[in-house]
């Protein structure tokens, strides 16, 4: 599994135990774009939930590459989909994705 792998994974889990089997509201999840490479074609980003008036790290220096993409928008999507699958939930329906 690759770092990538790893911290979605991650970051999925904390998800799931923060909205629940199938979430009654929106999941925001807020990512800061940390760094990006010379050629545009990689960047570091890191994720954040705000539950309770509270930031909550649940990615940090997650290395994204691509080009052509939103990759802030497929961080959000990947966590999002590793907490909740395919079980019914869409992500259009529940995700909410805000840059910081």
């Known amino acids: 599994m690759s770092k990538y792998e790893e911290a979605i994974k991650q970051a999925g889990e904390i998800v799931l ?3 629940s ?9 807020y990512v800061v774009t940390n760094s990006t490479a010379k050629s545009n074609l990689s960047g570091k980003y890191s994720a954040y939930l705000i539950r309770n008036n509270q930031p909550r790290c649940i990615a940090y220096d997650v290395k994204v590459c691509g080009c052509g993409l939103d ?4 961080l959000a ?3 999002f989909c590793s907490a909740y699958g ?4 869409r992500y ?4 909410r994705k805000e840059n910081l």
């Open 71 to 74: 990759r802030t928008f497929e």
């Open 86 to 89: 395919y079980n019914g939930v």
């Open 17 to 19: 135990k923060e909205y």
């Open 92 to 95: 259009q329906d529940y995700l």
């Open 21 to 29: 089997e199938k979430p009654k509201e929106k999941v925001v999840i």
């Open 77 to 79: 999507y990947n966590i």
